[in-house]
Every structure is written in C-alpha cells, then in structure tokens.
T-cell receptor, first 119, second 111 residues
Framework: EAGVAQSPRYKIIEKRQSVAFWCNPI?????LYWYQQILGQGPKLLIQ????????DSQLPKDRFSAERLKGVDSTLKIQPAKLEDSAVYLC?????????????????FGAGSRLTVL | QKEVEQNSGPLSVPEGAIASLNCTYS??????FFWYRQYSGKSPELIMF????GDKEDGRFTAQLNKASQYVSLLIRDSQPSDSATYLC???????????FGTGTKLQVIP
C-alpha cells in the first residue's frame, strides 16, 4: 500500500509569514494525526482527526495554527503568523483506529515530515 | 509529571550486548504501547507494539509490559551499530486513542 504523503519536505519562511503543510494518509485510515517535533524532543501531538472530525486539539496553539481534514481524507495544517519557535518538523501520521488492540489497528504510520525553518 | 517519561540518554552499549530501554507512563488507563525507532533526520518507524502484561518477542527485540507498575521496556539483544538511533515510547489512552510519545532515548552501539 502507498505510504503517508506529505508536502512540502522543506520550507523556509520569515517570522510573521504564513505556511501550509499537506498530508494524504494511507487509504482507508480513519485516524489522522499531526505532530510537531522540535530537534532533540519527542513528537508532540497537535491535532487528531477521526474521519473528518477533530477529536483532540488540546495542544494546538489555536491563535496561530489551524488544521482541517476535508472529506475525511487529506489534511492541511496552517501556521499564520509563524514565530521563531515554530521551527520544527511537522509529522503527519495515520492509522485505522479502533480498539481491537491485537490487530495493530492503532499502529501509526508516519510520512516523511515537513521541516520548517522560521528566520 | 510528564505523561510518558524516558531517559534521554545517550545509552552506550558495546556491539553484541543487550540494550535495555525503559519508559514509564502516568495514565493508568492506557491501553496499548508502542516502540518506535527514529534515525537522525528520518521519521519514526514501528519496532513493535504490546497491549497485555508480560513479554512479547520479535527477533532480537523483546517488549515487556507491567501495567501495575506503569512501565514498558524494550530489550535489544545482540546490539548492532545499525541499531544506533533514538527509541521512542508511545502510549495510547483515552476514548479516542490519543497517542502520546516520550522524549526518546538515544542509543549508541559501539563497534
């Protein structure tokens, strides 16, 4: 099966500018995650979608970050305006979801990531 | 208290030795647990998952889960230089299966 697609791979912007990242999950995966990974840290969950609905956005800085998942398939994460501390890799991941633990339905498959540098 | 805690390392082991990586979590209701490996500049990739108490083996890797003590560990036998990477522990909790990652442990296997 095709993997999780992300674009762009790299983006350099000035502070206060805007940027958008795109993610296309594995076909059939109901759950989509956006993580922010700052150098030397573990991935931090920004937002989680179940189909096209948001189920967790508690750590999303809503004054500058927004995300949507159109028709329950691909997703866009936007930052406006960007700050220096937003420099990070933005990882998109997807899974089937559900509570059938033994099946591995909750295993996350990650895209290659989008590396953002804010100057 | 962090939701998922790992020693950041680096953990250095000689080639051929056993590497032991540990992770503790705060939500007693957590349901499933993952170990991911992340090479520098790459995305995390799954090593294995475990959801019931005890040991689970896959090749050179063994995951151990103790829900009463709220810890999960990963043993890597016959460590190879190619195992040098950051190992991320991840925990599923909540009704919508939120996946929370630890900060990762950097493993260095010395030839």
């Amino acid at each position: 099966e095709a993997g999780v697609a992300q674009s762009p791979r790299y983006k350099i912007i000035e502070k206060r500018q805007s940027v958008a990242f795109w993610c296309n999950p594995i076909s059939g995966h109901a759950t989509l995650y956006w993580y922010q990974q700052i150098l030397g840290q573990g991935p931090k969950l920004l937002i989680q979608f179940q189909n096209n609905g948001v189920v967790d956005d508690s750590q999303l800085p809503k004054d500058r970050f927004s995300a949507e998942r159109l028709k329950g398939v691909d997703s866009t994460l936007k930052i406006q305006p960007a700050k220096l501390e937003d420099s990070a890799v933005y990882l998109c991941a997807s899974s089937h979801g559900g509570t059938f633990w033994s099946s591995g339905a909750n295993v996350l498959t990650f895209g290659a990531g989008s590396r953002l540098t804010v100057l | 208290q962090k939701e998922v805690e790992q020693n950041s390392g680096p953990l250095s082991v000689p080639e051929g030795a056993i590497a032991s990586l540990n992770c503790t979590y705060s939500d007693r209701g957590s349901q499933s647990f993952f170990w991911y490996r992340q090479y520098s500049g790459k995305s995390p990739e799954l090593i294995m998952f475990i959801y019931s108490n005890g040991d689970k083996e896959d090749g050179r890797f063994t995951a151990q889960l103790n829900k009463a003590s709220q810890y999960v560990s990963l043993l890597i036998r016959d460590s190879q230089p190619s195992d040098s990477a950051t190992y991320l522990c991840a925990v599923i909790s909540g009704g919508y299966q939120k996946v929370t990652f630890g900060t990762g442990t950097k493993l260095q296997v010395i030839p």
